[in-house]
């Protein structure tokens, strides 16, 4: 599905409990391929910090449930510089889309320090309208940060993951800081479970997760690491 000219998603999000996070991730690694970028049997760390504006925007729409709503971020896996990406996420209703533009570790570096001009330069629209966001105040705000064990099913481009030990850097905004503290904010031991696809998901996978037995809920890791941020520095 298309929306104004982006490609949509199918994403829907729900919380397991460890007993039932461990007997549907069974049946799912029986049938579905484990995402080939895992470096264990437990998956990779994903890191974003994210962006926001003197409004408060991205936290404030989620909350509000706001219809179409766009987050950016920059993210890393597993605490290496090797790839880092600006990534927007938008929402459209139900629906999602998720862009995303390389830059490098010294790219990083200056817009980190508040040196983004080079964005503008760059051929990718996002990156353009990155600077247009960050020329209007956008400002890291803060860290997130999980484990991902993730299963994918070519055929409509299923993917399903397992979010583990979500937690939020509360001491810097620097996803290489080498003291950087992270404290998980979910107040039980929670496993996010999210199912994306595109236009259609298989049958059998549908009655392989029983999706309808668990309760789905309207999940966003960033507001829950951006509170725990609010509640540390009583913003």
């Known amino acids: 599905m298309e929306f104004q000219g982006?490609?949509?998603?199918?994403?829907y999000k729900y919380y397991l409990h460890t007993h039932d996070y461990m007997a549907l991730r069974h049946k799912v690694s029986q049938l579905l391929t484990m995402d080939r970028n895992s470096v264990d049997a437990d998956g990779y760390e994903i890191r974003s910090l994210y962006f926001d504006g003197p409004h408060r925007h991205s936290l404030h729409d989620k909350n509000d449930g706001i219809f179409s709503r766009e987050k950016y971020r920059i993210r890393i896996y597993n605490g290496s510089d090797a790839k880092i990406t600006v990534e927007r996420k938008s929402k459209f209703g139900e629906y999602v889309c998720k862009e995303s533009a390389p830059i490098t570790?010294?790219?990083?570096?200056?817009?980190?320090?508040?040196?983004y001009t080079f964005l503008k330069e760059r051929e990718s629209a996002l990156l353009q309208e990155f600077y247009a966001a960050?020329?209007?105040?956008?400002r890291p705000i803060t860290i997130v940060n999980y484990v991902r064990e993730a299963?994918?099913?070519?055929?409509?481009?299923?993917?399903?993951?397992?979010?583990k030990r979500l937690s939020a850097g509360i001491n810097t905004c620097n996803l290489f800081h080498p003291d950087l503290v992270l404290e998980e904010v979910l107040s039980a031991p929670l496993t996010i479970l999210e199912v994306k696809y595109d236009s259609f998901l298989p049958d059998h996978i549908r009655k392989l997760m029983?999706?309808?037995?668990?309760?789905?809920?309207?999940?966003?890791?960033?507001?829950l690491c951006r509170e725990a941020g609010i509640i540390h520095f009583k913003e």
């Open 210 to 223: 029983q999706l309808e037995s668990h309760n789905r809920s309207s999940i966003s890791k960033y507001v």
């Open 151 to 163: 299963y994918i099913y070519e055929p409509g481009n299923v993917r399903i993951t397992f979010d």
């Open 6 to 11: 982006k490609k949509l998603r199918h994403e």
């Open 105 to 115: 570790r010294q790219e990083y570096g200056a817009l980190l320090s508040g040196s």
């Open 134 to 138: 960050l020329s209007r105040g956008f």
